[in-house]
């Protein structure tokens, strides 16, 4: 199995970047999908997930409103788009993905595989 997660890089505080996470080796269709993020000394935190179909999505508040999670199962590919991103929006991101049927994954220990993260950092 296989999470490939790319599109992060240097942007300007309200600036917009979409990650994306390539998946490989399972039936995508099957997995829930969440992206996460982890800044230095900081513990990793949930920030975008998404049902097995792509017609359900979920937020913590800190980005709700902002980002936006959405899914190619043709394609095997979850995105996240950022727009207005704050400077402790830096971080490494990580794709990740649950063999769970459960709705509003949002623990780390809820997701079976992860990507190897893209760093995104938000200047100010």
């Known amino acids: 199995v296989q999470l490939q997660a790319c599109g992060g890089g240097l942007v300007q505080a309200g600036g917009s970047l979409r990650l994306s996470c390539a998946v490989s080796g399972l039936t995508f269709s099957s997995y829930g999908m969440g992206w996460f993020r982890q800044a230095p000394g900081k513990e990793r935190e949930f920030v975008a997930g998404i049902s097995r179909s792509g017609g359900n999505t979920y937020y913590p508040d800190s980005v709700k409103g902002r980002f936006l999670i959405s899914r190619d199962n043709a394609k095997n590919t979850v995105y996240l788009q950022m727009n207005s991103l704050k400077p402790e929006g830096t971080a490494t991101y990580y794709c990740?993905?649950?063999?769970?049927?459960?709705?509003?994954?949002?623990?780390?220990?809820?997701?079976?595989?992860w990507g190897q993260g893209t760093q995104v950092t938000v200047s100010s």
């Open positions: 990740a993905a649950s063999r769970r049927a459960t709705f509003g994954l949002v623990g780390i220990d809820d997701y079976d595989y």
